[in-house]
């Protein structure tokens, strides 16, 4: 590359490098900072002390929560991911092009309206008064507590990252090379071989990108595990606010959401390499 194409190429990425200082790095910043504030008399005081981190990283409540957090956004992204590949499948390769950008298109459209309304919506599916409960009674069978509960939780995030996830698999299955599959197909393979041997190497970019979507969304979601889980036990959102409302302890929930973040970066840097790693 030359020096002149790369002397134009500043002026564009100027704009993506203004979007992360403003909107993430002196956030970040402000966050990291804070974290070593106190607060007296319900007042954020600037300080420099480590009492903050101490109090919250030696709480067990604290791992628990951070635990309960990482099992949950890890089911999420498995149950999102296996969810969505059947429809991915379908659309990339079953269907005409014009078919699939349209079903894309209404992939987007429940980003058109709130999420907290369509969570909203599933308490009338899964409480014990609930759709679900009183179809299961029609057919004699008893019950089942859903609603306040981890597959609350559970069916809240797969509502917010199952459109995302399916867009990304549908986009990174359509690029698979057609004359692979044929090609295997000519030497005998099956559905099955095909699939777990052909199309799910070529698609596990795409497959392990989305599922890393899945995971992001549900590890910092507060709205799912709130109003379909109940909030107990707590998920790492959910003691944030409860920090923040006992004290003004804005400085431990800055903690908290440090580690959240810091998760987040290790989990995303590993989900790369392992979608990429091996490409030269």
Same mark, same amino acid.
């Given at each position: 590359?030359?020096?002149?194409?790369?002397?134009?190429? +500043?002026?564009?990425?100027?704009?993506? !490098? !203004? #979007?992360?200082?403003?909107?993430?790095?002196?956030?970040?910043?402000?966050?990291f900072?804070?974290? *070593? #504030?106190?607060?007296?008399?319900?007042?954020?005081?600037?300080?420099? /002390?480590?009492?903050? #981190?101490?109090?919250?990283?030696?709480?067990?409540?604290? #791992?628990?929560?951070?635990?309960?957090? +990482?099992?949950?956004? @890890?089911?999420?992204?498995?149950?999102?991911?296996?969810?969505?590949?059947?429809?991915?499948?379908? !659309?990339?390769? /079953?269907?005409?092009?014009?078919?699939?950008?349209?079903?894309?298109?209404? =992939?987007?459209?429940? *980003?058109?309206?709130?999420?907290?309304?369509?969570?909203?919506? +599933?308490?009338?599916?899964?409480?014990?008064?609930?759709?679900?409960?009183?179809? @299961?009674?029609?057919?004699?069978?008893?019950?089942?507590?859903?609603?306040?509960?981890?597959?609350?939780? @559970?069916?809240?995030?797969?509502?917010l990252?199952?459109?995302?996830?399916?867009?990304?698999?549908?986009?990174?299955?359509?690029?698979?090379?057609?004359?692979?599959?044929?090609?295997?197909?000519?030497?005998?393979?099956?559905?099955?071989?095909?699939?777990?041997?052909?199309?799910?190497?070529?698609a596990?970019?795409?497959?392990?990108?989305?599922?890393?979507?899945?995971?992001? !969304?549900?590890?910092?979601?507060?709205?799912?595990?709130?109003? =379909?889980?109940?909030?107990a036990?707590?998920?790492?959102?959910?003691?944030?606010?409860?920090?923040?409302?006992?004290?003004?302890? +804005?400085?431990r929930?800055?903690?908290?959401?440090?580690?959240?973040?810091?998760?987040?970066?290790?989990?995303?840097?590993?989900?790369?390499?392992?979608?990429?790693?091996?490409?030269?």
């Open positions: 590359m030359s020096s002149n194409t790369s002397r134009r190429r +500043w002026p564009l990425l100027l704009p993506p !490098l !203004l #979007w992360q200082l403003t909107f993430f790095l002196l956030p970040l910043l402000f966050l900072v804070i974290s *070593f #504030w106190s607060v007296v008399n319900f007042r954020l005081e600037p300080d420099m /002390t480590l009492k903050n #981190w101490d109090f919250m990283l030696s709480r067990s409540s604290f #791992w628990s929560a951070y635990g309960h957090t +990482w099992a949950l956004a @890890l089911g999420a992204a498995v149950v999102t991911t296996c969810c969505s590949f059947p429809a991915a499948c379908s !659309l990339a390769f /079953t269907v005409s092009e014009r078919t699939r950008k349209l079903a894309l298109m209404f =992939l987007v459209v429940p *980003f058109f309206t709130s999420y907290l309304v369509r969570v909203y919506s +599933w308490q009338a599916f899964l409480s014990d008064n609930g759709i679900v409960n009183a179809l @299961l009674s029609l057919v004699g069978l008893d019950g089942l507590p859903m609603l306040n509960s981890d597959f609350g939780s @559970l069916v809240g995030y797969v509502t990252a199952l459109p995302l996830v399916t867009l990304v698999q549908t986009m990174g299955l359509a690029q698979i090379d057609r004359n692979l599959i044929e090609a295997a197909h000519n030497l005998r393979a099956g559905p099955v071989r095909t699939l777990f041997e052909v199309i799910m190497p070529l596990k970019p795409s497959l392990v990108v989305g599922a890393l979507f899945a995971f992001i !969304l549900a590890f910092g979601d507060f709205v799912a595990p709130t109003y =379909l889980g109940g909030g036990p707590p998920t790492l959102s959910n003691l944030i606010i409860d920090t923040t409302k006992s004290g003004q302890q +804005w400085p929930a800055a903690v908290v959401a440090i580690v959240m973040i810091l998760t987040l970066v290790v989990t995303s840097l590993a989900a790369v390499r392992l979608a990429y790693g091996r490409r030269k």
